[in-house]
């Protein structure tokens, strides 16, 4: 399949990603997935953020874990880096890492596993995960959007008015087969100047049966949350002693 390597769709726009998802929760989901960390395995130490992004998971689970987080993008992993100095996060990719090392708990948040091309691929990321886990062990995955609730050719705009800087993302939403292509045309104004620039994005539209039967794949017991932190849902799976 032609479609970028790695990170795609995060370069021009990592330095402002933390603007654009303002109005996301992370201190709550951050919360939120302690609790669901606890229940299933409590007394977890150690926490992998697999697609980590700009660490704003990272930032709030720091409290209570030894965190480390990996992503494919230099660009977002140089924001999370500015912001968490003395967490280690390493450029790898999902399908094919090998830290070395393992964690009690891993997450894998806002969709990030769309980026996979197709079931292997899921499969893959999720066994490559489970490898990184102790046993007992959680992981804990934020499916993107599934066939059945996309929206073809779905126009979104979201904007941003802070006094120092104004931001605009519009996009129109298509539908090619199992993918989604985005087109997000970003305009910002900000004390450096106006910059404008479009990013593609291609995501997988996911049946949540992927995800599920890529845990079972990796030996683990599966728990869904038909609601999750942005009504997507959420899967658990747990590892056994
Ligand atoms: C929507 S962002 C989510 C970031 C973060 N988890 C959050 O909740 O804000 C998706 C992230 O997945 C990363 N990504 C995409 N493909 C990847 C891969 N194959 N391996 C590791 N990270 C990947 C991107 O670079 C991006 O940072």
């Keep these: 399949m032609n479609r970028p390597e790695r ?35 409590p007394g977890a130490r150690r926490l992998l953020d697999v697609a980590c992004g700009t660490g ?25 880096r500015e912001k968490l100095p003395d967490v280690p996060l390493h450029l790898a990719d999902m399908r094919s890492f090998d830290l070395g090392e393992t964690y009690d708990a891993a997450i894998c948040m806002f969709g990030a596993m769309g980026h996979l091309a197709d079931a292997a691929e899921v499969t893959a990321a999720i066994g490559c995960i ?76 996911f049946p949540q049966e992927v995800y599920r039967q890529a845990m079972l794949a990796a030996g683990m017991e599966v728990a869904f949350d038909p609601k999750g932190p942005m009504d997507r849902g959420l899967f658990t799976g747990t590892l056994p002693a």
Excluded: C, N
């Excluded at 959680?138 to 008015?161: A, M, Y």
């Excluded at 045309?185 to 479009?198: C, R």
């Design 7 to 41: 990170g795609e769709g995060y370069g021009a726009s990592a330095r402002w990603y933390d603007v654009i998802y303002s109005f996301k929760d992370y201190a709550a989901e951050a919360e939120a997935l302690r609790s669901i960390i606890d229940a299933h395995r």
């Design 56 to 80: 704003e998971h990272l930032r709030h689970l720091q409290a209570h874990f030894h965190v480390t987080g990996i992503d494919a993008s230099p660009d977002m992993l140089a924001v999370a």
């Design 130 to 205: 489970a490898r990184h886990l102790t046993r007992p062990g959680v992981l804990i995955v934020e499916p993107w959007l599934s066939p059945e609730v996309f929206q073809d050719r779905h126009p979104s705009g979201l904007f941003v008015d802070q006094p120092a800087l104004k931001l605009a993302r519009l996009g129109i939403s298509r539908r090619q087969g199992d993918r989604a292509i985005l087109d997000m045309h970003h305009l910002v104004a900000s004390p450096e100047g106006v910059e404008s620039f479009v990013e593609r994005m291609e995501l997988s539209l």
